[in-house]
């Protein structure tokens, strides 16, 4: 922090915070003008200092300017720079005054968040938050999303799924993306490992598969339990893809599963009648038909049937692998050899990774979180409350998608040598679901809830992601309703809002725009419960859903008889007996292991901040700071409840704790 510049006596105090973008600093000339609340503004005052090095990235600059009337509270400022340093750059993340002569504190903030352009005045107003019906600045307003429109294109990179950046802005590059770099932090971690040189790369027993867990790569927690049937049928419930399981009130017609051949894993009970108490459900992959896999490889569509029994765990009863009922397609059964049946639960397995990669990870909160993202700066000023309510949580997110997924995604990439669907089979699966999923249904947790049937707490008692999923659910809308009321105190303010209005257009058009199903009201927010439910739902995704979806990946995934995402033999056509031997045959290599482990280690860690405590600081405005207060509090609630639930549950589920749960979709 700098010292004062100036030899008169100190009327103000100015404290600049240059951006911790790349490139966001400037040896460049910078000047200010302050403009009182009533319109008297001061001189021009030039806040270079000689003697420092002011504006470099990620600095607070301070500067004591005297020979200034006393203007009293500051209203706006007129920011701007010349193009005489060598590096002319500069991105401002907010300017603050503070008045010297005031009785008592009196500090003025003016929120930027920009890049300041050479030789061109840029007018703040204080807290730069408003409707821009109400914003006196309206050509500046207009050229700036105009300007925006031309640095965030949208295109379809592929057919039929979300559409994403033309071009990685310079915007999104920030200085620490060092640490989204997954390949070069793969290279470590395998330098680091115990495995760099292998004798052999084939499995000699479970126990040689054991060993490898060492240093940074602790024993995951799908090495302890893999084997039982409650750890199969907890996966659904708090592993990394929790929210695919429905309840079950007809079986499929190719679902070739009879009452007898359950019944004696329904304590006494019929099908049809632990069917009627709501104890049944159900995961069928029917629309992973057709996935084109690469070399040759098998990726099951299966169907499975669970049962929650008196002790309330959901344990498997019935598994068939592809949806063509045949000879060679049989029903497994708990009963049936201990290593067919577990093979059966591997390939089983092995969709449901594909699923969780495509769908419940990348394309329903990667590719979502992008779009929406990319559709919010080409809409929406940077002064709109509904921008800086939901700027923090769109952080990083073109930056891992553009450094980290291209490289995991791309040929030969990490998902074409680890998963069994491989890269273009992952892009398959999203395109099919695409076509279906909803923003008020799959997007908002109580209408998926309902919509699957796992909302009765009483047919379905253990569900830790649902439980914990529901008390942020509800924190993260009442911060969104205490936002959009403050500043949508009257209908009227929110229909007369053009941008808002533009930007419920380009999420739902489909030619012009993201082309999102089931927006509330079709995307024009005349009602504001729509919009709070349309926010409530973008931030959800971006924090609890992304979380729910990546931070249990290595306790899943790096075990792989557990969740393997590729094997290296054929599904069981029938149930002849198997042994220990056969299920070692199916695993994959010592190296693709290694892999595995390695990336989703890397995607496991967290670094970012937690819920509520924002990297960047958008709103300095009362209704924001209020509604951040508030919000952080709700949120020390919920992490004292889910703390309470963790010490009941036999399994604690980690993942959705608020302290555990980032702002935004950071790796």
């Known amino acids: 922090m700098g010292n004062s510049c100036t030899k008169l006596p100190a009327d103000y105090e100015i404290f600049v915070k240059t951006g911790d973008m790349k490139g966001a600093g400037t040896d460049s000339n910078v000047y200010i003008i302050l403009i009182s609340q009533s319109g008297i503004e001061s001189r021009c005052i ?52 503070c008045n010297l002569h005031a009785m008592y504190e009196n500090v003025d903030c003016f929120p930027v968040n920009r890049w300041i352009r050479h030789d061109k005045r840029m007018v703040i107003t204080k807290y730069d938050c408003m409707l821009p019906q109400l914003d006196s600045n309206k ?20 057919p039929g799924i979300p559409k994403q950046i033309t071009k990685f802005p310079k915007d999104e590059h920030f200085s620490n993306e060092y640490k989204w770099d997954i390949q070069s932090t793969k290279y470590r971690l395998f330098a680091q490992s115990k495995l760099t040189k292998l004798t052999t790369d084939s499995w000699e027993n479970l126990q040689d598969l054991r060993n490898i867990y060492k240093g940074k790569f602790s024993v995951p927690e799908g090495a302890q339990y893999w084997k039982d049937d409650k750890n199969f049928g907890r996966q659904r419930l708090q592993g990394c893809n929790p929210n695919v399981i429905r309840l079950c009130t007809e079986l499929p017609s190719n679902f070739k599963v009879t009452a007898t051949m359950v019944e004696p894993f329904l304590e006494g009970r019929s099908l049809q009648d632990a069917m009627d108490l709501n104890k049944i459900y159900i995961i069928n992959y029917k629309d992973m038909l057709d996935v084109t896999c690469m070399e040759n490889r098998t990726l099951a569509v299966p169907m499975a049937l669970f049962y929650v029994n008196k002790q309330e ?23 049936d050899p201990e290593y067919t049946w577990m093979l059966a639960k591997m390939y089983f397995n092995n969709a449901d990774c594909s699923y969780h990669q495509a769908c419940t990870h990348l394309g329903f909160t990667h590719l979502i979180a992008e779009t929406i993202c990319i559709g919010t700066h080409r809409q929406l000023s940077p002064s709109h409350p509904l921008f800086r309510l939901m700027a923090p949580h769109f952080l990083y997110i073109l930056a891992i998608n553009t450094l980290a997924l291209n490289k995991l995604i791309s040929p030969n990439g990490w998902i074409d040598n680890t998963m069994t ?18 923003l008020d249904v799959q997007g908002w947790l109580p209408s998926d809830l309902a919509f699957r049937g796992v909302d009765d707490l009483e047919a379905l008692p253990y569900y830790p992601y649902r439980d914990d999923a529901v008390l942020l659910h509800q924190a993260i809308w009442d911060y969104v309703r205490d936002v959009l009321q403050g500043h949508y105190d009257t209908p009227e303010k929110l229909i007369d809002d053009w941008e808002i209005q533009e930007w419920g257009k380009m999420l739902t058009d489909e030619r012009e725009g993201l082309g999102i199903k089931g927006v509330p009201g079709d995307g024009s927010f005349t009602n504001l419960e729509d919009l709070i439910q349309t926010v409530t739902s973008v931030i959800f995704i971006c924090s609890v859903g992304h979380a729910a979806s990546n931070f249990g990946q290595y306790d ?41 482990m390695v990336v989703t280690k890397i995607l496991s860690d967290r670094g970012t901040n937690s819920l509520g405590n924002f990297e960047v600081q958008y709103m300095h405005d009362p209704i924001g700071i209020e509604a951040v207060k508030r919000f952080k509090k709700r949120l020390l609630e919920v992490g004292e409840i889910i703390d309470e639930r963790n010490k009941r549950r036999q399994f604690p589920y980690p993942y959705l704790h608020p302290l555990e749960v980032p702002n935004s979709i950071s790796i």
Request: hydrophobic fraction near 35%; include cysteine.
């Open 46 to 97: 030039n806040l270079d200092c000689k003697w420092r090095d002011d504006f470099e990235k990620g600095n607070v600059d301070s500067f004591k300017v005297g020979g200034i009337s006393r203007l009293g509270s500051i209203g706006k400022i007129v920011l701007w720079r010349d193009s005489s340093g060598l590096n002319d750059e500069w991105f401002v993340e907010w300017v603050k005054v």
């Open 421 to 438: 669907c491989g890269a273009n089979g992952i892009l398959e699966i999203v395109k099919k679901s695409w076509k279906t999923w909803r």
């Open 139 to 158: 050509e500046q307003r207009a050229l700036e999303i105009t300007e925006k429109r031309r640095t965030y294109g949208l295109t379809r990179k592929k």
């Open 556 to 596: 899943d995934y790096a075990f792989p008889p557990n969740y393997p995402a590729i094997l290296r033999g054929n599904p069981p056509t029938d149930k002849t007996e198997l042994s220990a031997k056969d299920i070692l045959a199916q695993l994959p290599s010592k190296n693709t292991t290694l892999s595995i």
């Open 313 to 335: 765990d959901l344990i498997p009863i019935a598994i068939q692998l592809f949806q063509e009922p045949k000879k060679n397609n049989p029903v497994f059964l708990p009963n």
